[in-house]
């Protein structure tokens, strides 16, 4: 007799929370979340991802433009890609720097950790300079040669940061 109140608790207890809405995705943070998230990221230099950006445009003289933020998320993936769009001299504008974003706890990393500008920007503002003096430097060579230096780039055993 006393089984019967408990079963019958139990099943009003389990379709109240059937009823409740379930949040789909709570790993996952908003677009704009996201972005905020990537601005206040604190680089391996110590410095935020939004004043590494500033101190690149300032201290370039125009040849770096900052172009905005991008935001993605494939089908199936329980985070969002955060690309950094700019135009570095005479290219057109480029969003070749990418992290990838998840909250709950709030987790920012690169991408690619290990090449590309998303590198020099993870080292500091200073590094993140050169990479960008690096890349304006190779603008002015043909197009052939460009090619082959980023062909050849993974494979080249110097470090020239």
């Not at 993870?122 to 430097?137: M, T, Y």
Request: glycine share 8%; with cysteine.
């Amino acid at each position: 007799m006393i089984r019967a109140p408990i079963l019958c608790a139990a099943l009003v207890a389990g379709s109240i929370a059937a009823s409740l809405p379930v949040a789909a995705q709570p790993f996952v943070p908003a677009d704009r979340a996201a972005v905020d998230l990537v601005k206040g990221h604190v680089t391996d230099g110590y410095v935020t991802v939004a004043r590494t950006i500033a101190y690149a445009e300032k201290a370039s003289r125009g040849a770096f433009a900052f172009a905005g933020y991008r935001v993605e998320q494939g089908p199936g993936e329980p985070f969002k890609r955060v690309r950094i769009c700019y135009q570095l001299g005479i290219d057109p504008p480029a969003c070749g720097v990418e992290y990838l974003v998840g909250t709950n706890p709030p987790h920012v990393e690169p991408s690619d950790r290990f090449i590309g500008l998303g590198r020099d920007l993870e080292h500091g503002p200073r590094a993140f300079l050169r990479a960008l003096a690096r890349e304006a430097s190779l603008q002015r060579q043909p197009e052939m040669l460009r090619r082959i230096q980023a062909a050849a780039e993974p494979y080249n055993p110097y470090d020239w940061r």
